[in-house]
């Protein structure tokens, strides 16, 4: 029988797909790591498969991916030069199916959901985990039911709606309605793979496994990721804590988790040393992908955190906004704000500690700035104007600076 681990109260439990929760500490629960040896299987195309033994997977179903990961990792030259920092290279998790890293997640929850026979799955989010579930939910023909916040946008709307899940929007506390689609998923025989499910948060190591690999089994001096619930960053931290198990890797890298300073609960708990994160009453930030008042996972960020000296750091709305504009100017990289955090926080830390010349920094960019579009606005972008028969001298005039 399948288990699971709850790591503030050193429990294990049998695995209850309706109920991620510690029946002790209503702390979430994780996946245990097996007793076996465990290796990867570089020859093998698929993340799902080269990792599988890190996986809590029996065997891969090709036929439900949507052929998610292997994304790239960028070294950022010119913002190198620019800023003068050590090597800096970009995890651009943007490249996935739906374009966000909760394809990673949701790869590996669809998988153990097929393989449990499960035929109707579901999560609570008004964004990224809303269309990846929905088109993971296409892949594999299962009824998919989409909760959102009754005020979601349109356009959040059109980006899970094009793949026929059953969307319903509610009115009412959205901390609540995350909690309380456990137990209505558990009358109806749905599994609600929401931000802290133990197999999303799996799927999330096998980004940490890649950037291990891309940079050719070396361990990056700092990791920084945008922090929200807090499932992907411990998915992230775990991936190391496993190559340690396993006696891969020696030395560990330093997470930097960054929030936006608009709805920094965990940010806050951090600073002040606490070990459990207070509700905040409202978010306001323009970072909405991470805009979570009070995060299922923040009390499990904050110990994996302090355990492995990490951070967690936050940055204003115009720092977010600025570090936007210098990936797409400086890079190519057009992301969302929520991914933008990970550079303001860069920056950032760069004010405070002094980096050594072959320091290697790596921050993961969760998801694409097409999702976003209207932040755009905010920006001032130059249009020239001119007629057919005067373009030429326009060309001429802008290309020689006069």
Known sequence: MEKLECI????????DIFSPFCPECNEPMLCPAPQKKRTFYPGKASPLEKFIDFLPLSKINLDLSLKEGNTPLIRLNRLM???NLPPVFLKNETVNPTSSFKDRGTAVAIQKAVSLGIEKIGTVSTGNMASSTAAYGARAGLKTFVLLKEETSLEKLLAAG???PVLVKVK????QLFYKSFAYGRKHNIYFMNSMDPFRIEGYKVTGFE????LEKRIPKFIFVPVSSGGHITGLVRAFLDLKKEGI?????????VQARGCSPIAQAYTTGKLKVKRINKANTIAHSIANPDPPGGNMVLKLIQENKGKILDVSDEEILNAQKMLA????IFCQPASSTVLAGLLKLSEKEKFEVNDQIVLVATGGGLKTIKTLESFKIDIHQ???SKLENTISSLAHGT
């Open 211 to 214: 950037i291990f690999l891309q």
């Open 172 to 175: 009412g506390d959205y901390g």
């Open 386 to 388: 001119t007629s057919l």
């Open 8 to 15: 503030f109260c050193k429990k294990e439990y049998l695995l």
């Open 81 to 83: 030069d620019n800023l």
């Open 162 to 164: 094009i793949y026929n």
């Open 329 to 332: 100017e400086l890079e190519g």
């Open 249 to 257: 890797i020696q030395k560990f890298p330093t997470f930097i988790g």
